[in-house]
């Protein structure tokens, strides 16, 4: 084989990887696309200001104070304007991880999910889902962690607590 023949083999074969990052990076762009729809972001910047509202609430409700209804709705407002802002800045490192996550068939997968749009509406759902599961998982962890220490202290596997 001439030299040039390994040179041009060699480069294909290095350049390989490269080019299946590229697609993956595309592919993992593409399924953040498909996934985070502005109705998406829109909902979960809702949501979310308005558990800060309520979290400032619960604070000032320490000291008496509350926050009236047209602030509540600034508040929601600046933090879903501030929340999209974010989203679209975080997109490129978002797609990045995804890609370097996640094999070419798994993105290929999600892309097929997210373009059928009986499954894009069941996806759509699961950050609702996942917020409501979250409280119940928080609610258990500090009593079973401390069953299980407890437990442990009892069978000597940890004696310094």
């Known amino acids: 084989m001439s030299r040039f023949a390994v040179a041009v083999f060699a480069s294909i074969l290095l350049s390989a990887p490269l080019a299946m990052a590229d697609n993956r990076e595309e592919k993992a762009l593409r399924v953040f696309e498909l996934a985070m729809t502005p109705e998406i972001i829109g909902d979960m910047s809702a949501r979310t200001g308005r558990a800060l509202a309520d979290h400032i609430n619960a604070r000032l409700a320490l000291k008496g104070g509350a926050l009236s209804l047209s602030q509540q709705n600034e508040l929601i407002v600046r933090f879903a304007a501030m929340f999209n802002d974010m989203m679209t800045d975080l997109t490129p490192e978002v797609a990045r991880i995804w890609a370097e ?26 950050p609702v889902v996942m917020e409501r599961i979250l409280p119940l998982i928080q609610g258990q962890v500090p009593e079973r962690t401390q069953e299980l220490v407890e437990g442990m202290v009892a069978e000597g596997i940890l004696s310094d607590l």
């Open 101 to 126: 996550e996640m094999t070419e068939r798994e993105l290929d997968l999600m892309i097929e999910i997210y373009d059928d749009p009986e499954m894009a509406a069941l996806m759509s759902k699961m």
